[in-house]
């Protein structure tokens, strides 16, 4: 079955970096559609970034310049690296692959916490 493991996030002080890695199985990882959502205390999920099965990009305009995301096709895995952190960034990460509206997965999600 289609298995999407997510590591990295924790606790970082502001300005901070720190790399999310999300590692698929069960699918053919390369002709997914890979993204980062969050979701922060009390809002609502909102897409960070996302990287088509051709390598496109693209980002919320919050994380721009701080924020880039990569895939490795032959690791099955897609990266999430954030620098400059800021305590709005704090919140749950969860990777996903999409292809159409039924192969729509997700990751367990991880705790991204900017603070002092």
């Known amino acids: 079955q289609v298995q999407l493991v997510q590591s990295g996030g924790g606790l970082v002080q502001p300005g901070g970096s720190l790399r999310l890695s999300c590692s698929a199985s069960?699918?053919?990882?390369?002709?997914?559609?890979m993204g980062w959502y969050r979701q922060g205390p009390g809002k609502q999920r909102e897409l960070v970034a996302r990287?088509?099965?051709?390598?496109?990009?693209n980002y919320a305009d919050s994380v721009k310049g701080r924020f880039t995301i990569s895939r490795d096709n032959a690791k099955n895995t897609v990266y999430l690296q954030m620098n400059n952190l800021k305590p709005e960034d704090t919140a749950v990460y969860y990777c996903?692959?999409?292809?159409?509206?039924?192969?729509?997965?997700w990751g367990q999600g991880t705790q991204v916490t900017v603070s002092s």
């Open positions: 996903n692959a999409y292809r159409n509206t039924v192969q729509d997965y």
């Open positions: 069960g699918y053919i990882f390369s002709i997914y559609h």
């Open positions: 990287i088509t099965s051709g390598g496109s990009t």
